[in-house]
Structures are given as structure tokens and as C-alpha cells.
């Protein structure tokens, strides 16, 4: 990566006057990080470009790529943070000072990280490109992680799959997720992903001249239609994602299970020409039969909108085929930076559905006032933020996002903090449970109540997952004058 080719890079997208602030950052950090180099001997400044190329790819906004160019500036250079402001503007500095202030703590397991969690989500509640800059920044480091000492490429890698990835995963980055698990994958479980190299064998590349075949067979029959395609592509599955699926028990870790190797992905214009395209697709392959899912016309809970198929491509082979519009495939590729997106009609990505995904991160901000001790943060983001999600239903199909392992008190606290205290029993799918329950994505739940009860039990501050229901219980138990115990909350 050369000055050159971040600044060729930036043609595409910018306008004269951004590209000047480029190409300013571009020359001072280059004489700021004169003279330094790289553990791999690489210039330092290189570092920079990378993270800067990154943010281009992702679509982000000019002050986030100045950011990205700049972004090691204060901490590493002879120049401050007030030269960058002076030079760059006030927006180009506080991207910088968070990037600088999330820092170099070292990880070295969860427990001892929490001030530096709680760093992050203060970054990010006030503005979210900071913690994509340093996605941005990881993705590069983990990409050199062969010149550094082995105790240091583990502490890295270790600390991309423990807290980058899923949090870039709960801003719905799923590429980024994806390829920051992949970088730390061979560093983290090194005998786990000789396995998984070793079983794939030269399955990717067999199934890459399949979609080749099939990308040419479909975008000549698109044009003979008049559908005008935005990209036909074939996308590879993330391996670390895929040595997750192996593990599943359904899966058996036996890769002929695994149909979703490669797909071909087909991004078209508008809605309309999704269906046509599948019409065509359907006339081109015949499809193999219960593997047809619409979730165009039936989005999945957390939002996700797309129409899975999966075909008999050349040679019998079953190939799935994903067909959406350019906004759905905006959102599901680049979630909260999706933000700074626009279509190509130049009308700007649905931000009404990107505020969505940044809610929790508001909601992450609001418990700096309740929790108080680092043990209690702690516990609220391990749930909170870094589980894996589920999505369960109310009996009349309104959907509730919640983290894995919460119970029918989380489900009824999330829908309203009434329901909560009322509460007295739960059904899932029409099934009697208990309170404890551990609740299923695709769950639907129902919540007894009785009005007579206005006071939750106090035994719910235990049964609760997530810090939402239990910061109501704890403020329902206070009005009503009851002790709340150990619970250090005033
Ligand atoms: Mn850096």
C-alpha cells in the first residue's frame, strides 16, 4: 500500500476539495512518521495507508479516512493532537483523540480489560466511526502478525476474536467480523484450523469454477430480460465461521453437510428485479426442492432481507444463490457504516434501519449510570454485548432482540418494564415454563400477568441475563422500599 494507491483509491470517491484534505494527510503523515518503520520493516507509515484503504473500502466519510491516515499521529509522532486540529479540522481530531484514547492496554483475558471496555463504548456512544477506525487498524496489525513474537501475536489475535469481532459483529459488520475472525483463527487455534485447511482441501477452488460457469450462464440470461445487474459475485465463506458450523451437532464436523460453502451472490437494483432474476435463475437451474427461503418478503428477526435458493448448478452440483437489492446488501454487508453510504441513484442507505443497529450502543451508555462496580460492567457486557443475539417473538409478532441465555423475565422487561413487574408466569410457543427458561431465537413468548402483582421477586435479579431487566427490578424493588441486599446499586 503507497501514498499513490490510497490516493488513486480516493478518486473514485471523493470530490476535489476532499481529495485535497487526502492528499494534505496524506504528506503529514508521511513526514510525521518519518524515519519509522514497521516490525516487518515496512514503513511505518504504511500502517496508516492500510487503515486509511480500509475505511475506503467500507464506504466511510472523508474525516474518517483523514482520521484513519492520521490516526497514530499523537501517539507515536512529534506532532500533537492540536497540530492535527489546527491542520485537519476539529471532527478529524476527535476521531483521532478517541482512536488515541482506546490505546494499548495490553489484553490479557476479559477480566482484567474492563476499563478499557467501558473506554470503548464511551467512544462509541458519542461517534461509532472511532471503533470502526480501529477495526479498520486491528485488521492491518492482525495482517502482519508474523513479524511479531509469539506471545504478542496471541494476546492480538486473541483480543480481535474475544472483542472486535463480536462487536463488530453487534454493529452488523459482518465482513469486518469475518475477517478479523480469519486473521486470528491460525493464531488462536492453530491445530483447529490446520483441520479445517486441511479438509477443505481444494473445495473452494472447485466450487469457484462452478460459479464462474453459472455468473456467465446468468448474466447473459439477465441482459437477454433487461435486468441490469449491480454485481454477480461468488462469496466465500468466512473459515472461521465455517469451523463454527462444523462444530454445531447437526453438522457433525462433516463438511458434505455444509451447503453454503460458496454462494453466488446477486445484487440488482430494486425489488422488482429481484424476483425477476429469481424468476430466471429458477428457469436456468432447477432448484433443490425445501431450500427456498424469501426473506425479501419475510425479513429475518434481526432485519436481514435476502432470497436464499439453492440450485443444482453444472455437474448436479448445489450451489445457493442469494438475490437482493443494493440497499438490503449495503445494510447486511457494512451495518452501521452503511451510515455514510450512499445507492447509486445517490439517494442515502435506509438510515432509519442503521439507527437500529447503534441502538444498543445508546442503551450502553445509559447503564454508565447504573452500574457501578467494574465486576457488575463486566457481567452486563459479556451478555449484553459480546453474546451472540437471539430474536423471540410476541404473540402478536412484534420482535425482541436479546442476548443468548436469557429467560422469559429479560423477554418480558425488554417488551415493557409493566410486563415485567406483573409478571407471573410465561409460555413459550403455548408451552407452560418456568421463569428460568433459557429462551430460543424464533421463540414466541407469551407473559402471564396479574394485576394484583405490582412487586417483582427478588430472586428475578438472578434469573435476569441482561442489564435492561435487571436495572427494572432493581428500581421496582427500591420503590417499593424493599432491601436490594448485596446489590452494591445506592
Ligand atoms: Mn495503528
Redesign the pocket.
Known amino acids: 500500500m503507497t501514498s499513490a494507491d490510497l490516493l488513486s483509491a480516493g478518486k473514485k470517491r471523493f470530490n476535489r476539495h476532499d481529495l485535497r484534505r487526502l492528499s494534505d494527510a496524506i504528506e503529514f503523515a508521511e513526514i510525521a512518521h518519518q524515519g519509522q518503520f514497521r516490525k516487518s520493516g515496512e514503513p511505518y507509515v504504511m500502517?496508516?495507508y492500510a487503515?486509511a484503504q480500509t475505511l475506503l473500502t467500507l464506504g466511510m466519510d472523508i474525516d474518517t479516512v483523514v482520521a484513519g491516515v492520521l490516526?497514530?499521529v499523537p501517539?507515536?509522532t512529534a506532532y500533537t493532537l492540536g497540530d492535527v486540529e489546527k491542520l485537519f479540522g476539529l471532527t478529524v481530531a476527535k476521531l483521532v483523540a478517541g482512536?488515541t484514547k482506546l490505546g494499548k492496554l495490553k489484553y490479557r483475558g476479559l477480566e482484567r480489560y474492563v476499563e478499557n471496555l467501558r473506554r470503548m463504548f464511551v467512544a462509541m456512544a458519542e461517534d461509532v466511526r472511532v471503533m470502526i477506525i480501529k477495526f479498520a487498524?486491528r485488521l492491518?496489525?492482525l495482517s502482519t502478525l508474523g513479524s511479531l513474537p509469539p506471545d504478542k501475536q496471541l494476546r492480538i489475535a486473541r483480543e480481535s476474536l474475544d472483542i472486535y469481532a463480536p462487536l463488530a459483529n453487534r454493529l452488523g459488520m459482518g465482513d469486518i467480523k469475518g475477517q478479523l475472525e480469519d486473521l486470528a483463527f491460525p493464531y488462536v487455534y492453530p491445530q483447529e484450523y490446520a483441520w479445517v485447511t486441511s479438509l477443505l482441501g481444494t473445495r473452494y477452488e472447485t466450487l469457484h469454477s462452478v460459479i464462474d460457469v453459472m455468473t456467465s450462464e446468468l448474466t447473459s440470461s439477465l441482459a437477454k430480460a433487461k435486468i441490469k445487474p449491480l454485481s454477480i459475485h461468488g462469496r466465500r465463506k468466512h473459515l472461521y465461521s465455517l469451523y463454527e458450523k462444523l462444530l454445531r451437532p447437526e453438522y457433525d464436523r462433516d463438511l458434505s453437510k455444509i451447503w453454503d460453502l460458496v454462494a453466488l451472490r446477486v445484487v440488482l437494483k430494486n425489488v422488482n428485479d429481484c424476483y425477476g432474476a429469481l424468476g430466471i435463475i429458477h428457469q436456468l437451474w432447477r432448484p433443490v426442492p425445501h431450500r427456498f427461503k424469501d426473506y425479501i418478503a419475510q425479513p429475518k428477526p434481526n432485519g436481514y432481507q435476502s432470497i436464499h435458493t439453492t440450485v443444482f448448478g453444472p455437474g448436479g452440483q448445489p450451489v445457493e444463490i442469494q438475490v437482493r437489492d443494493e440497499v438490503m446488501h449495503q445494510l447486511a454487508e457494512f451495518g452501521v457504516a452503511a451510515h455514510w453510504h450512499y445507492t447509486e441513484s445517490g439517494k442515502p442507505v435506509a438510515a432509519a434501519k442503521v439507527e437500529d443497529k447503534l441502538a444498543w450502543v445508546k442503551e450502553l451508555a445509559d447503564w454508565r449510570q447504573d452500574v457501578t462496580s467494574d465486576e457488575q460492567f463486566l457481567e452486563a457486557l459479556k451478555i449484553d454485548a459480546l453474546q451472540k443475539r437471539i430474536f423471540c417473538l410476541t404473540p402478536t409478532g412484534d420482535v425482541i432482540d436479546l442476548p443468548e441465555l436469557a429467560t422469559p423475565i429479560d423477554f418480558a422487561y425488554h417488551v415493557h418494564s409493566e410486563l415485567g413487574n406483573h409478571c407471573v408466569g410465561a409460555k413459550i410457543n403455548d408451552a407452560l415454563v418456568s421463569l428460568d427458561t433459557a429462551l430460543k431465537s424464533g421463540d414466541v413468548v407469551e407473559i402471564m400477568t396479574d394485576k394484583n402483582r405490582k412487586v417483582p421477586n427478588h430472586d428475578w435479579l438472578e434469573l435476569a441475563k441482561t442489564q435492561t431487566a435487571r436495572g427494572h427490578i432493581r428500581k421496582a424493588l427500591r420503590e417499593a422500599g424493599q432491601e436490594i441486599g448485596s446489590d452494591p446499586t445506592p
Do not use: C, G
Open positions: 500502517h496508516a487503515t490516526h497514530d501517539e507515536d482512536v487498524d492491518h496489525n
